[in-house]
């Protein structure tokens, strides 16, 4: 399913990874939203106007936004600008876990910790990729959450590379320096994750439709966390879809991302 549509269509994956990644929103407040790739960049603003709308979001450069604009297809207006954040600005709110960002994994393993730098040892690496990008002093400040688009054992591995965003084994270890530290949700293509164990390992929280717990479990190489019932993901609302199809997305670029 490409682009608008009518909301009596069948939700496709991409749209119910959208609105599981918006879910992670819930009760942030009046936070600094800052995503990567086009399924979070959809949530955030799915959120913002459907249940979160103090949300901040940004231009990616150091305007606050009013309005909410689409992630695909023309503007229907040129967005309103309610206020300006120079970079110096950011790490106020960083620092003091004001801010809740979504990110791309390469890797991630039991416990949070992810990788996008590169794929092998760090002093002769087999693939180099974004590199740091200030991911260790990030996630230790405030909350993060991770996108996975193809869910496989080459991404949910049992130990990363190299440890980009800092898990909570790592975070433990810190003392005062994490107080901000939050691995909030993983979202893949095939499900929904949280830390809310004993000891903070992933744990299952939902298969999206279509998906077996199996399925799940073949592509993780590490043990998850699988409870006895474990419930689908919840699919969009009418409304919700309305805002994905025609308002933040008609041109379709969700399913691109994720093929249904």
């Not at 740091?132 to 400040?141: E, S, V």
């Not at 041109?251 to 994720?258: I, S």
Request: net charge neutral; charged share 20%.
């Amino acid at each position: 399913m490409s682009g608008a549509g009518s909301i009596d269509q069948k939700p496709s994956r991409a749209e119910i990874c959208a609105v599981a990644m918006a879910d992670a929103f819930r009760g942030d407040g009046e936070i600094l939203v800052s995503c990567f790739g086009t399924i979070p960049a959809i949530a955030a603003r799915l959120a913002k106007l459907t249940f979160a709308p103090d949300l901040l979001l940004t231009d990616g450069i150091a305007h606050l936004l009013e309005t909410v604009q689409p992630v695909s297809g023309p503007a229907k207006a040129d967005p309103v600008i309610e206020g300006w954040m120079p970079f110096r600005s950011v790490f106020d709110l960083l620092w003091n876990g004001r801010r809740h960002v979504v990110m791309m994994a390469s890797q991630i393993d039991r416990f949070g910790n992810h990788n996008f730098a590169c794929i092998g040892p760090h002093a002769k690496p087999k693939a180099q990729l974004l590199g740091m990008r200030g991911a260790p002093g990030n996630t230790i400040n405030h909350a993060t959450s991770y996108w996975v688009p193809a869910h496989s054992t080459k991404v949910f591995v049992d130990k990363v590379d190299v440890v980009s965003g800092v898990g909570y084994d790592r975070a433990a270890k810190l003392g005062a320096a994490a107080k901000f530290h939050e691995v909030r949700r993983v979202v893949s293509n095939l499900g929904v994750f949280d830390f809310a164990t004993r000891d903070h390992a992933m744990r299952l929280v939902s298969v999206h439709p279509g998906v077996a717990v199996a399925d799940v479990v073949a592509a993780t190489a590490f043990l998850l966390d699988v409870g006895a019932d474990v419930p689908e993901t919840r699919t969009p609302s009418a409304e919700e879809l309305r805002v994905i199809r025609d308002v933040l997305d008609p041109a379709g670029a969700r399913d691109r991302e994720v093929p249904s």
